[in-house]
T-cell receptor, first 112, second 117 residues
Framework: GESVGLHLPTLSVQEGDNSIINCAYSNSASDYFIWYKQESGKGPQFIIDIRSNMDKRQGQRVTVLLNKTVKHLSLQIAATQPGDSAVYFC???????????FGKGTSLLVTP | DGGITQSPKYLFRKEGQNVTLSCEQNLNHDAMYWYRQDPGQGLRLIYYSQIVNDFQKGDIAEGYSVSREKKESFPLTVTSAQKNPTAFYLC????????????????FGAGTRLSVL
């Protein structure tokens, strides 16, 4: 089975609100995590990453939090905009290898 | 204009036919990857290649084949042995890693949607 999973398949938020997308992983050897955004009919785009020796990393309007104790990862999007509507995937890199293991994704819908 | 180019955007396969999906990158990346995405699903790794003339099977390699004769190119052939080929196929590449602890950010092409006639 998959070792990377998302708690909710869909998330609907109002424009201007903050969004939180969650991800759980089961392999304690995972040392690097990436969040991707995929718009309909397009390839995934890199958003932000975090290494396992960090708890938090911030980008432009996005923050990733990592809780290694409970093997949980979250992506927070501040002041969500209509352009943020997409499917968001977390991916883990196990044992510093080359392959990334992707979760099934959360669909974020931003309503006006 | 640097990036990863996948072609064609749409492809149709007849029963018993082999088809080849193209992936070209001009980012000077060493590693390249092929993923399959089914509706409402995440990405599953088919094959990846760390260097020219070398590649490894991913989680769902059966029914697929690849080659890596050039650094820039990593074509994927969907063979007739793949009984359920309808999916969205994504190619990715990642820059050279000086150490195994270096970041492994993969950059994706726009995808090829394969359907069966």
């Amino acid at each position: 089975g998959e070792s990377v999973g998302l708690h909710l398949p869909t998330l609907s938020v109002q424009e201007g609100d903050n969004s939180i997308i969650n991800c759980a992983y089961s392999n304690s050897a995972s040392d690097y995590f990436i969040w991707y955004k995929q718009e309909s009919g397009k390839g995934p785009q890199f958003i932000i990453d975090i290494r396992s020796n960090m708890d938090k990393r911030q980008g432009q309007r996005v923050t990733v939090l990592l809780n290694k104790t409970v093997k949980h990862l979250s992506l927070q999007i501040a002041a969500t905009q209509p352009g943020d509507s997409a499917v968001y995937f977390c991916a883990e890199n196990k044992d510093s290898g080359y392959a990334l293991n992707f979760g099934k994704g959360t669909s974020l819908l931003v309503t006006p | 204009d640097g990036g990863i180019t996948q072609s064609p955007k749409y492809l149709f396969r007849k029963e018993g036919q082999n088809v080849t999906l193209s992936c070209e990158q001009n980012l000077n990346h060493d590693a390249m990857y092929w993923y399959r995405q089914d509706p409402g699903q995440g990405l599953r790794l088919i094959y990846y290649s760390q260097i020219v003339n070398d590649f490894q099977k991913g989680d769902i390699a059966e029914g697929y084949s690849v080659s890596r004769e050039k650094k820039e190119s990593f074509p994927l052939t969907v063979t007739s042995a793949q009984k359920n080929p309808t999916a969205f196929y994504l190619c990715a590449s990642s820059p050279p890693r000086e150490t195994l602890l270096a970041k492994n950010i993969q950059y994706f092409g726009a995808g090829t949607r394969l359907s069966v006639l």
